[in-house]
């Protein structure tokens, strides 16, 4: 494959600090790009740095087509793009929209249920840069589940997740989230069996995932992807969650189990250490490592 001069596109700060799943994508997509032999440039947000890419700031205030250096042989957009760029380009769609939305016909989604939703088949999912991991370590004496998310958002449902500890008899560890929180409202989280470790990042938010039986995900909208599921699985977390969007092609029967009924995901919680926790880890490695994101992207550009 030739090699390009790509720019990538996003109004995020790379690297992220602490959460912030996008701009996570952004930087693992940038990374095996240059592995592969392409030069890339980042077009992200002032105060960002990178050591592999040359960072031009974003100005929102500008056209996007004023911001894009002369020797760019292909853009990769993670936000939209509302004019035409005199250069090839593929936008990737990360959220949720309007169902009735028109979207650029260079559009990629992140899973097939995201495509499908908004009339295409023009997906790839989402990739972990796994050496920004660690190894995991099946050693460790796990004492709780965990709730990954920003907690703030009513559609990842904590107070479902808390609901289903609490009946399941189960400590939860809330990542991303506080127990005081004033962004929607005052709302005060009680339970003593809920600790909150707030927007946790880095080797911190990887060992409390590594210290955890299983993630509880009980969204309650169609998740694009799932990001904190891959990362979950990766530290050898079964998924309890929510059939919504993405998650059932993501969430196999090994991997973990989905419904819409609380009472079925309490009982299944208690066959949570039944699931082979290293089984967990081989399938995001084999299948969801951002070496086959780039792969993929590089290969979506051509339809």
């Given at each position: 494959?030739?090699?390009?001069?790509?720019?990538?596109?996003?109004?995020?700060?790379?690297?992220?600090?602490?959460?912030?799943?996008?701009?996570?994508?952004?930087?693992?997509?940038?990374?095996?790009?240059?592995?592969?032999?392409?030069?890339?440039?980042?077009?992200?947000?002032?105060?960002?740095?990178?050591?592999?890419?040359?960072?031009?700031?974003?100005?929102?205030?500008?056209?996007?087509?004023?911001?894009?250096?002369?020797?760019?042989?292909?853009?990769?957009?993670?936000?939209?793009v509302w004019e035409p760029l005199p250069k090839p380009y593929m936008i990737t769609f990360h959220g949720n929209s309007n169902p009735e939305r028109d979207f650029d016909i260079n559009t990629i989604f992140i899973s097939r249920n995201h495509a499908f939703r908004y009339?295409?088949?023009?997906?790839?999912?989402?990739?972990?840069?796994?050496?920004?991991?660690?190894?995991?370590?099946?050693?460790?004496?796990?004492?709780?589940?965990?709730?990954?998310?920003?907690?703030?958002?009513?559609?990842?449902?904590?107070?479902?997740?808390?609901?289903?500890?609490?009946?399941?008899?189960?400590?939860?560890?809330?990542?991303?989230?506080?127990?005081?929180?004033?962004?929607?409202?005052?709302?005060?989280?009680?339970?003593?069996?809920?600790?909150?470790?707030?927007?946790?990042?880095?080797?911190?938010?990887?060992?409390?995932?590594?210290?955890?039986?299983?993630?509880?995900?009980?969204?309650?909208?169609?998740?694009?992807?799932?990001?904190?599921?891959?990362?979950?699985?990766?530290?050898?977390?079964?998924?309890?969650?929510?059939?919504?969007?993405?998650?059932?092609?993501?969430?196999?029967?090994?991997?973990?189990?989905?419904?819409?009924?609380?009472?079925?995901?309490?009982?299944?919680?208690?066959?949570?250490?039944?699931?082979?926790?290293?089984?967990?880890?081989?399938?995001?490695?084999?299948n969801f490592a951002s070496i086959h994101t780039s792969n993929w992207m590089m290969l979506a550009r051509m339809f």
């Open positions: 494959m030739e090699s390009l001069h790509i720019l990538l596109v996003y109004n995020g700060k790379v690297p992220t600090p602490k959460y912030g799943g996008t701009s996570r994508i952004v930087w693992y997509l940038g990374k095996e790009l240059v592995k592969m032999g392409h030069r890339v440039s980042m077009l992200v947000a002032a105060g960002s740095a990178c050591d592999f890419a040359k960072i031009i700031p974003y100005d929102p205030d500008r056209p996007l087509v004023k911001q894009i250096p002369e020797s760019v042989d292909l853009v990769h957009s993670h936000i939209p009339g295409s088949e023009l997906f790839v999912h989402n990739g972990l840069g796994l050496e920004e991991y660690g190894k995991p370590r099946y050693d460790v004496d796990r004492k709780y589940i965990h709730f990954l998310g920003k907690a703030a958002w009513k559609v990842k449902n904590l107070k479902g997740s808390i609901r289903i500890a609490r009946e399941a008899g189960m400590p939860l560890r809330v990542l991303g989230g506080y127990r005081i929180n004033l962004k929607m409202g005052m709302r005060i989280t009680l339970d003593p069996g809920v600790r909150f470790e707030g927007m946790v990042g880095g080797d911190r938010k990887n060992r409390l995932i590594n210290g955890s039986r299983a993630l509880l995900f009980p969204v309650r909208w169609h998740e694009p992807m799932g990001l904190a599921v891959l990362e979950s699985l990766y530290f050898g977390c079964p998924v309890f969650g929510t059939p919504y969007g993405a998650l059932p092609e993501i969430v196999t029967p090994e991997m973990g189990f989905l419904s819409n009924k609380k009472s079925e995901l309490v009982s299944a919680l208690e066959h949570l250490d039944e699931y082979d926790r290293e089984k967990c880890h081989e399938y995001v490695c084999d």
